[in-house]
């Protein structure tokens, strides 16, 4: 399948920019609690034991706040592509702008939750950490940049899990990112219009 070209990636750009505040967080909620309810009918008929993954306890806390506080040190090197730069100045930066702090926090705790449920305690059992990473991956199409950190980011959450033995270290690595990489964008300067 050829990559598509530049044009593209700027398409994508003016319809995620275009989404409003309110708008995301419905998508957000919609798509959370989809992989959920997905989530639990797959586990429910193949009996994958879930209950047993999502038992927290204070290390595997700490190693996903950990796992997820490392994450924020190599996010600047995802905006070494042109691309990448070009979605975080015209859509990552204005929506994380938009949204309120406490917009962050649920953002942050539905995606790593969900994601971290259906990737990880689902998916992951039954087609691999390879493919499912894969998935995870596709399922972050801003370009593909970021399908690629998306996938190897997620291996990473995967292999959390797998040694953990849990679902909480990898849920909360995601949240933890995911707020750290919020905040961090919605604090950053837009990019002076150098057109004029």
């Known amino acids: 399948m050829p990559l598509p070209d530049r044009r593209s990636y700027g398409t994508i750009a003016r319809q995620v920019k275009v989404m409003s505040r309110v708008r995301f967080l419905r998508l957000e909620w919609t798509l959370s609690f989809a992989l959920i309810a997905v989530g639990l009918a797959w586990a429910t008929l193949r009996g994958l034991p879930l209950a047993s993954l999502c038992r927290p306890t204070a290390r595997a806390i700490a190693t996903g706040a950990t796992f997820g ?8 090197v995802l905006f070494w592509a042109p691309g990448m730069r ?3 100045d015209t859509v990552l930066v204005p929506l994380s702008r938009s949204l309120r702090t406490r917009d962050i926090v ?3 705790l539905l995606s790593g939750g969900s994601e971290e449920f259906f990737f ?5 059992p039954e087609i691999g950490l390879g493919a499912s990473s894969v998935v995870f991956g596709l399922l972050h199409a801003v370009n593909w940049v970021y399908v690629a950190w998306a996938a190897l980011i997620g291996a990473g959450l995967g292999l959390l899990a797998t040694h953990g033995g ?8 995601h949240a933890t990112f995911n707020l750290g990489a919020l ?3 919605r604090g950053r300067q ?4 150098t057109t004029s």
């Not at 990880?120 to 992951?124: Q, T, V, W």
């Not at 837009?190 to 219009?193: E, I, L, N, T």
């Open 69 to 76: 506080a490392l994450l924020w040190l190599v996010m600047p």
């Open 86 to 88: 070009h979605v975080r």
């Open 106 to 108: 649920v953002i942050a």
């Open 120 to 124: 990880r305690g689902i998916l992951m």
């Open 166 to 173: 849990s679902l909480v270290a990898p849920a909360v690595a």
């Open 183 to 185: 905040l961090v964008l």
């Open 190 to 193: 837009p990019p002076h219009d």
